[in-house]
């Protein structure tokens, strides 16, 4: 089992940028599929970018493309979730998620995801 916790969320204004990260235990992080998700108050839980184990390789909802970016560095066992151009549809409770089965590609389906923090809050300010 492996335990996640988010960090780096706050307030920001529109157009700002933040980062998030994703602390995990365990040494088989570099084994996992990681995802981030948030949920917006009264929204349901949605996808807002996968990476996969093994190459790297990574998607994106669209609503993010171009503006969010995630990462994983596997020596220090971290996901990254790099924000950018950030907007006040933006704010929400943000997620990271992590399965040991190899998905190719990635799923948006919050129910395939066995792992769970506990979140971090961004706040978009107008």
């Known amino acids: 089992q492996v335990q996640l916790v988010e960090s780096g969320g706050g307030l920001v204004r529109a157009g700002g940028s933040l980062r998030l990260s994703c602390a995990t235990s365990?040494?088989?992080?570099?084994?996992?599929?990681m995802a981030w998700f948030r949920q917006a108050p009264g929204k349901e839980r949605e996808f807002v970018a996968g990476i996969a184990w093994n190459d790297g390789s990574t998607n994106h909802a669209d609503s993010v493309k171009g503006r969010f970016t995630i990462s994983r560095d596997n020596a220090k066992n971290t996901l990254y979730l790099q924000m950018n151009n950030l907007q006040p549809e933006d704010t929400a409770v943000y997620y990271c998620a992590a399965s040991p089965l190899r998905f190719a590609p990635v799923p948006a389906q919050a129910g395939d995801w066995p792992y769970w923090g506990r979140g971090t809050q961004v706040t978009v300010s107008s």
């Open positions: 365990g040494r088989t992080f570099s084994t996992y599929t």
